[in-house]
């Protein structure tokens, strides 16, 4: 439920209903605004029903959130959420980029790629220490150590970093060796996964699975927030349909929609969501200019020698060259890169 207060409510008399409303065992939020607070009831309708907060003298007014997904839907939360990765703010003013190899293979070719993504400008890194693979015969990363190397490279060139967590046993580790988790498009359903990531406290890349529709996104990232994690960014990486010209379809219509119902960031993954190195910056330029608030880009500095996924990775010329191009679009949207 969504609860307005009258304008001369004070933090006293919120606190009050707050109280009224925890004493049920039902979840709060209290959102201050400028002109009048807004407090959020999660739970059972019925249950809140039993207060009768409409005939509270300082309650304006109580309304249902209609989106199965409360937390995470813009009807509780107008404004939009910006998230700090590593001291870099997704979801703001700025169009991040987030690039790097899909998989940390060495400390060399880390460090070798990250110095081109930062030179060519890129906000953060990305890099995969634990591959899910579709086959157990394919490189599957190199787990603890990937993460050391990561780490080491995103401290000596300042760029954060966000990496794939693909088990529970493993949150912790990544949480301290990462600004950010990559939850994969493989487990965007594991749910004792996102609960676990929710009750960190570090931001979540959360992929859409590739037979996931919009709203299931929605509810997954509902998982970890409910869990008590804010930070939650969402992240368009393509998926399943009837075309088989391209590795994936890449859903741009999802970006407005996601934007409209949620307040969470919402960045856009080119390089899965095309599998093919030509189409990335022509789609990144277009996730720009739909509304997503940034990319995670596959680069390596020889795709040519990448353990996963070379086919889609560009070359350090061609970052340099994605960033250029889409530096005026982004701009055109009002936007900084
Ligand atoms: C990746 O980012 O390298 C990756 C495995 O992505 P996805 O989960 O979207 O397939
Ligand atoms: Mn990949």
New binding site residues.
């Given amino acids: 439920m969504i609860i307005v207060l009258k304008p001369h409510a004070t933090k006293r008399d919120a606190d009050r209903i707050l109280a009224r409303i925890e004493a049920l065992g039902l979840k709060t939020l209290h959102m201050p605004g400028a002109e009048r607070t807004v407090l959020g009831a999660i739970g059972d309708e019925r249950v809140i029903a039993q207060l009768r907060l409409e005939s509270d003298p300082l309650v304006e007014g109580v309304k249902p959130i209609l989106a199965p997904y409360k937390l995470v839907s813009r009807e509780l939360h107008p404004h939009d959420t910006i998230v700090d990765v590593g001291g870099m703010p997704v979801g703001g003013d700025r169009f991040v980029v987030f690039a790097g190899p ?1 998989a940390i293979e060495s400390l060399e070719q880390t460090r070798e790629t990250g110095r081109c993504v930062k030179s060519a400008g890129a906000h953060g890194m ?1 890099g ?1 220490a634990y ?2 693979r579709t086959s157990p015969y394919s490189f599957q990363g190199l787990g603890r150590k990937g993460l050391r190397i990561i780490q080491k490279v995103s401290g000596e060139l300042g760029l954060p970093a966000v990496t ?1 967590v693909v088990q529970v046993r493993d949150v912790q580790a990544v949480a301290t060796h990462a600004a950010a988790f ?1 939850i ?3 487990n965007m359903q594991n749910y004792g996964l996102l609960k676990a990531i929710g009750q960190s406290r570090t931001p979540a890349i959360l ?1 859409r699975g590739m037979a996931a529709n919009a709203d299931d996104l929605l509810m997954a990232a509902e998982y970890i927030l409910s869990e008590g994690n804010p930070n939650v960014i969402l992240c368009e ?1 393509g998926i399943k349909t009837f075309e088989t010209a391209t590795r994936n379809t890449l859903d741009l219509n999802v970006i407005p929609y996601l934007k409209q119902r949620s307040h969470l960031p919402v960045l856009v ?1 080119p390089s ?1 969501g095309t599998g093919v190195r030509d189409f990335v910056t022509p789609m990144a330029k277009a996730a720009a200019a739909c509304g997503a608030d940034g990319l ?1 880009v ?1 680069v390596h500095h020889d795709p040519s020698a990448a353990l996963s ?1 070379g086919f889609q990775s560009l070359t350090p010329d061609g970052f340099q060259t994605l960033m250029r191009e889409l530096k005026p679009v982004v701009e055109a949207v009002g936007r900084t890169l």
């Fill in positions: 899909c990305r995969g591959k899910p794939e990559q994969g498009a493989r992929k990486r993954d899965h995670l596959e996924d």
